[in-house]
């Protein structure tokens, strides 16, 4: 059963726009999340972060939202440029140290 | 500090062999990780280590699998009999106690022919 999920495969964004990649979750308990950023043979590199006491957190371009509610988060990337290109997970974090990761989602932005 | 390192990066073996990665992990941090990654996939959680002692132990990790990290600092995860369906991208990260975010390394790929 997939806890995390995200349900796009791959998004194709021109240079300059945004970025939307979606996640969601089935488990409420999960009280931490986490996007990570990979490009090919090489491991999975943190991007950014998010408590469940908050709904929004910036860095920079990256922005992440977090709707409890839904059970639903998203990573913005904004303005977007080719070197974004790269799978993206996000993760959550259910206790204090093991990651649940979703399956993914490659980004490819466009020059 | 380099960051975290994983040896061998890739190895092709023969169902029925035996293999053995390192990994090596940021020198402070006193959690360490190994997860799993298949084609399509998000990476799964095989086992933890909080310094030496081995916390969590997944049931994806069969009785052929074992990981240790005897001082607390590096770790081996051995696989025996190897069998086709251990092919998959196996990834190792190390984190502090203080915080969430966990740092991987390159990962070695194993492919059982």
């Known amino acids: 059963d997939q806890q995390v999920k995200q349900n796009s495969p791959s998004l194709s964004v021109q240079e300059g726009r945004i970025s939307i990649l979606n996640c969601d979750y089935t488990?409420?308990?999960?009280?931490?999340f986490l996007w990570y950023k990979k490009y090919p043979a090489e491991g999975p590199t943190f991007l950014i972060s998010?408590?469940?006491?908050?709904d929004k957190n910036e860095d920079g371009r990256f922005t992440v939202f977090l709707n409890k509610s839904a059970k639903h988060l998203s990573l913005h990337i904004v303005p977007s440029q080719p070197g974004d290109s790269a799978v993206y997970f996000c993760?959550?974090?259910?206790?204090?140290?093991?990651?649940?990761f979703g399956t993914g989602t490659r980004l490819k932005v466009l020059a | 500090d380099t960051g975290v390192s994983q040896d061998p990066r890739h190895k092709i073996t023969k169902r029925g062999q035996n293999v053995t990665f390192r990994c090596d992990p940021i020198?402070?941090?006193?959690?360490l990780y190994w997860y799993r990654q298949t084609l399509g996939q998000g990476p799964e959680f095989l086992t933890y280590?909080?310094?030496?002692?081995?916390?969590?132990k997944s049931r994806l990790l069969s009785d052929r699998f074992s990981a240790e990290r005897p001082k607390g600092s590096f770790s081996t995860l051995e696989i025996q009999r190897t069998e086709q369906g251990d092919s998959a991208m196996y990834l190792c990260?190390?984190?502090?106690?203080?915080?969430?975010?966990?740092?991987f390394g390159p990962g070695t790929r194993l492919t059982v022919l």
């Open positions: 998010i408590s469940s006491i908050k």
């Open positions: 280590f909080q310094n030496e002692a081995q916390l969590e």
């Open positions: 020198s402070e941090h006193n959690r």
């Open positions: 990260a190390s984190s502090s106690l203080s915080l969430n975010e966990q740092f």
């Open positions: 993760a959550a974090l259910p206790g204090t140290y093991k990651y649940i």
């Open positions: 488990n409420s308990m999960f009280d931490y």
